[in-house]
């Protein structure tokens, strides 16, 4: 990538103040996701055993190739709402198919890391996001970082940016809900957000059916984090669900995760439950905790998973692997004195 009119100097200051806030942010993004690391240093993306999570990625991931290792995207994958980092000397992706994901994701190469193609069939070696193609033919076959790739940059030869800004969507950091006396009162907040108009609070009674019931404007495109709050009249006694709907300037759309909340009701700072057969979500309803660690159990009493989160906001999830069907206990706690703890189903 050319750039004019800056020094190497300059360049670089402003390459690394921006890559530090990606960083900030793709860490709030990892914490509300699964994050499946590349193992093999050249490996097909379709082979489980080259992944951490011992499964191909897949949507709603967030997918680390780093330390000098590589991904060869063998055939074509189609994948939605994912986050890709390739970040540290020596990492890539080597393009053999096409690599097409939804206008929900993006695509960062750190300093050191590189997209590259042989050339062997340009056609066939193509990134895409929400239908546009950010490397192909056009493009060199080898294209370095730093930059950024999602649906707001521009098509190749130009489908990568160095402006952390015009690349993110509106990143959610939080979202709690807990019961005041006589409301229920919301908060979320923003790591950065990008042509955001405004947010609409939408109310349900049975999690299925939504209703909008406010608006509360955004910040328009800003780097700095926001925390916005709603109160809602409570309803004693009846269980309600609530969620956010993010509404960019151009009307798309993107929504938060959803909160549940018995109004009259003392309500947990943890929601645990099963997301899949081998993955288990924490969703925090207070605010962060450091030092957070989650340990599942079996009924006999065996530990077949742990993990520390020395920094948990919003969600966490923690794999669970190789497990029968069956009821397990998981066991949430901060280290101050903080535990919950609740019996699931795999």
């Known amino acids: 990538m050319k750039y004019r009119g800056e020094s190497q100097s300059n360049l670089m200051k402003q390459i690394y103040t921006l890559s530090f806030a990606l960083l900030l942010a793709f860490t709030s993004f990892a914490q509300t996701r699964p994050v499946n690391i590349a193992t093999t240093w050249y490996g097909d993306w379709g082979t489980a055993s080259n992944w951490s999570l011992n499964r191909e990625p897949q949507d709603g991931d967030s997918i680390i190739i780093s330390g000098g290792r590589g991904i060869v995207v063998d055939k074509p994958y189609n994948l939605k709402n994912v986050y890709i980092k390739v970040i540290g000397n020596n990492s890539y992706i080597h393009l053999k198919g096409k690599l097409n994901l939804d206008d929900a994701s993006f695509l960062e190469v750190g300093m050191g890391s590189r997209i590259m193609a042989f050339g062997a069939n340009r056609n066939s070696e193509t990134i895409s996001i929400g239908g546009v193609k950010k490397f192909d033919q056009n493009s060199n076959s080898n294209m370095y970082g730093f930059g950024i790739a999602s649906k707001f940059t521009g098509t190749s030869p130009n489908g990568f940016t160095t402006d952390i800004v015009q690349a993110l969507p509106v990143v959610f950091t939080s979202f709690y809900a807990k019961v005041q006396g006589n409301y229920i009162v919301l908060n979320w907040g923003t790591a950065q ?132 069907t069956g009821m397990y206990l998981v066991q949430v706690s901060d280290g101050n004195g903080w535990n919950e703890s609740r019996k699931i189903i795999l």
């Open 193 to 324: 957000e990008k042509d955001n108009s405004h947010f609409e609070i939408e109310k349900s009674a049975d999690g299925r059916n939504w209703k909008n019931i406010a608006v509360v404007f955004g910040n328009g495109t800003t780097n700095d984090a926001h925390n916005y709050s709603y109160t809602d009249r409570s309803e004693n006694g009846t269980a309600v669900y609530y969620r956010i709907r993010q509404v960019d300037i151009d009307g798309n759309a993107i929504y938060s995760t959803v909160k549940s909340i018995r109004s009259g009701e003392a309500k947990s700072d943890a929601h645990i439950f099963a997301a899949s057969k081998n993955t288990i979500n924490v969703d925090l309803n207070s605010n962060s905790k450091t030092n957070l660690q989650v340990v599942v159990v079996n009924m006999s009493g065996q530990v077949i998973a742990k993990q520390l989160y020395s920094n948990a906001s919003y969600r966490v999830s923690i794999q669970v692997p190789q497990v029968t």
